[in-house]
């Protein structure tokens, strides 16, 4: 048996004197009535087709698994952008409420102290470095600002990982899409075999 495929895309099949000349654009594109399963429809007791062609069922059965791979990395795509918008809302919204906001400092029975009223924000900030500098457990134990830097990091060098993987998903689709007549013409070959 022997294989050849000829400049305008026709494959010639040959065995036991026997040939077959296939143009692969009209076995991709060649609609068959019974192409792809519906399922089964207990009304008429019979299972359902919808006419399809080999190229639509090749693009449905990618797209498909392309969607499964793609729906984790989206989902957490949108999540990201989500927080990135109410954080933005949100400060914006105490940006407009703090400022200029002044505080009388009390003692611990509730009493003011003698000492002037402080800017909100310079509070905050006071309060914001002690507790970023604080340390949670004793001796080495990294701070809390020093954990906010190592998180940092890490979404950072996962987003630029996940750009790599979707630069190679697309790659690897390419290719797929570049092979569908090598993978067309190896079935055609396995299935004639014993012609």
Same mark, same amino acid.
């Given at each position: 048996?022997?294989?050849? +495929? %000829?400049?305008?895309? %026709?494959?010639?099949?040959?065995?036991?004197?026997?040939?077959?000349?296939?143009?692969?654009?009209?076995?991709?594109?060649?609609?068959?009535?019974?192409?792809?399963?519906?399922?089964?429809?207990?009304?008429?007791?019979?299972?359902?087709?919808?006419?399809? *062609?080999?190229?639509?069922?090749?693009?449905?059965?990618?797209?498909?698994?392309?969607?499964?791979?793609?729906?984790?990395?989206?989902?957490?795509?949108?999540?990201?952008?989500?927080?990135?918008?109410?954080?933005?809302?949100?400060?914006?919204? @105490?940006?407009?409420?703090?400022?200029?906001?002044?505080? =009388?400092?009390?003692?611990?029975? !509730?009493?003011?102290?003698?000492?002037?009223?402080?800017?909100?924000?310079?509070?905050? @900030? +006071?309060?914001?470095?002690?507790?970023? #500098?604080?340390?949670?457990?004793? !001796?080495? *134990?990294?701070?809390?600002?020093?954990?906010?830097?190592?998180?940092?990091?890490?979404?950072?060098?996962?987003?630029?990982?996940?750009?790599?993987?979707?630069?190679?998903?697309?790659?690897?689709?390419?290719?797929? =899409?570049? #092979?569908?007549?090598?993978?067309?013409?190896?079935?055609? +070959?396995?299935?004639?075999? !014993?012609?």
């Amino acid at each position: 048996m022997s294989i050849t +495929e %000829t400049p305008d895309q %026709t494959v010639r099949v040959a065995a036991n004197g026997l040939t077959i000349d296939l143009d692969l654009h009209q076995l991709l594109t060649a609609v068959d009535p019974e192409g792809r399963w519906l399922g089964y429809d207990p009304d008429h007791d019979e299972d359902r087709f919808e006419p399809s *062609s080999l190229a639509l069922q090749i693009a449905g059965l990618t797209a498909d698994r392309l969607v499964k791979v793609m729906r984790h990395e989206v989902k957490a795509m949108i999540e990201d952008k989500v927080s990135e918008v109410i954080a933005a809302e949100v400060t914006t919204l @105490v940006r407009e409420h703090i400022e200029g906001t002044t505080v =009388q400092q009390t003692d611990e029975f !509730g009493f003011p102290k003698s000492t002037p009223a402080k800017p909100l924000t310079q509070m905050i @900030v +006071e309060a914001a470095t002690k507790g970023l #500098n604080q340390r949670d457990g004793y !001796g080495n *134990s990294p701070t809390k600002m020093q954990k906010l830097v190592d998180e940092a990091v890490g979404k950072a060098f996962k987003n630029e990982l996940a750009s790599a993987v979707k630069d190679a998903k697309a790659t690897a689709l390419a290719a797929v =899409q570049d #092979n569908a007549a090598q993978v067309i013409r190896e079935t055609i +070959e396995r299935s004639t075999r !014993g012609l």
